[in-house]
Structure formats: C-alpha cells, structure tokens
C-alpha cells in the first residue's frame, strides 16, 4: 500500500515547514487529492492516524479534499470530466485527452500556531 510512503512523504513536509516557519505546532493539514492520482482518500487518512502516533504531529488534523478529474480532448479542445476511461469527448466523441486537473496530491493549506 504506497499510501504510507505517502503519508511518511507528508510528515518529513509537515516537519521542514514547522522549521522554516519556526512555529510550536500544526494543528491541520489540508491535503488536495485528485481522483486520478492512485491514492484512496481513506487510506491515506488511516495510514496518517497510525504513522502520526510516533511523531511530533499525533494532534494533527488531516483534512482531505477530493478533485475531481479534467480533461481537455486533444481533438475538439472540450473540457469535460470523465466518468470513464478510456476518456471519451462528449462533444466529439474522441477517445483520449490531456489530464489538466485530478491527478495530484499537494498540501492545500496548513494551520499553524507560531511562537
């Protein structure tokens, strides 16, 4: 399951910005996880509730919001969300197209108490 390698990803993150910024915690972290990224929403969050135990971050809060998939067709330049793969246009009934939003993991935002 790469959820926890993601998870061990976001704590070394959530760690070199509570040092760059020089605050005592983070309260929330607010994940952006696109559809197509191949992380399961729900994963992520239990692999975060067991893996922040042993850190500085077990009252951290994660919050995750989920993107939904864009697609822009490299035929008619529609964009659309797909429903399916392979993606197919609505307009011009095309199959294929370039993924513009959906699949990404980022940190949205974070809530911090500084010093």
């Known amino acids: 399951m790469h959820e926890y390698s993601l ?3 976001l704590i070394e993150i959530l760690r070199e910005e509570k040092e760059k910024r020089k605050c005592n915690k983070i309260l929330k972290v607010v994940l952006e996880v696109g559809k197509l990224s191949g992380a399961e929403p729900l994963l992520l969050k239990e692999a975060f509730e067991i893996l922040k135990e042993k850190t500085e971050f077990k009252n951290t809060e994660l919050v995750i919001d989920i993107v939904e998939p864009e697609v822009i067709c490299i035929n008619c330049k529609n964009k659309f969300s797909p429903t399916l793969f392979p ?8 199959f294929g197209g370039k993924i513009i939003k959906g699949d990404k993991i980022f940190v949205k935002s974070l809530e911090m108490l500084e010093d």
Request: proline share 9%; hydrophobic share 20%.
């Open 7 to 9: 998870v061990e990803n």
């Open 87 to 94: 993606f197919e246009c609505p307009e011009c009934k095309s």
